[in-house]
C-alpha cells in the first residue's frame, strides 16, 4: 500500500511564504491526481490544490493567485507553494493520491492514498 510523506510544514508570519512537498514513501503505483487538502481545528477538511496528469490543476478559490501546485522530476512528486500567507491558512496540510475514472479534483473521497499530515501555523 502507497505511504505518502508531507514535509516543509512550520511557523511563518503573515504575508510569507511555504513549501510543502508530498512523495511515495515505499510504494510506487499508479495513480491520474494527487491533491493537497488541509483541515483546520473545529473545521471540515477541505480540498486546497490539485494536480491531474495532463498537468490540468484545480484551487479552491480561497487560495487561488496564492498558492501554486506543481510537479517535481521525480515520478508522483508534487509541491505546493504558498505565498501571501495568512492566518487563515493555519491548519494540518494533508498530501493524497487517487486513481477514478474521471476528476473531481478537490473531492476528498476521490482519493485513496494520503499522508500524515503536516502542520502550517501562520501568525499575525
Known amino acids: 500500500q502507497v505511504q505518502l510523506v508531507e514535509s516543509g510544514g512550520g511557523s511563518v508570519q503573515t504575508g510569507g511564504s511555504q513549501i510543502l512537498s508530498c512523495a511515495p514513501s515505499?510504494?510506487?503505483?499508479?495513480?491520474?491526481?494527487m491533491g493537497w487538502f488541509r483541515q483546520a481545528p473545529g473545521k471540515e477538511r477541505e480540498g486546497v490544490a490539485a494536480?491531474?496528469?495532463?498537468?490540468?490543476?484545480a484551487y479552491a478559490d480561497s487560495v487561488k493567485g496564492r498558492f501554486s501546485i506543481s510537479q517535481g522530476s521525480a515520478k508522483n512528486t508534487i509541491y505546493l507553494q504558498m505565498n501571501s500567507l495568512k492566518p487563515e491558512d493555519t491548519a494540518i496540510y494533508y498530501c493524497?493520491?487517487?486513481?477514478?475514472?474521471?476528476?473531481?479534483?478537490?473531492?476528498?473521497?476521490?482519493?485513496?492514498?494520503w499522508g500524515q499530515g503536516t502542520q502550517v501555523t501562520v501568525s499575525s
Open positions: 493524497a493520491a487517487g486513481r477514478t475514472p474521471g476528476w473531481a479534483p478537490l473531492v476528498p473521497a476521490n482519493y485513496q492514498y
Open positions: 494536480f491531474y496528469s495532463d498537468g490540468s490543476t
Open positions: 515505499r510504494t510506487t503505483v499508479s495513480t491520474n491526481h
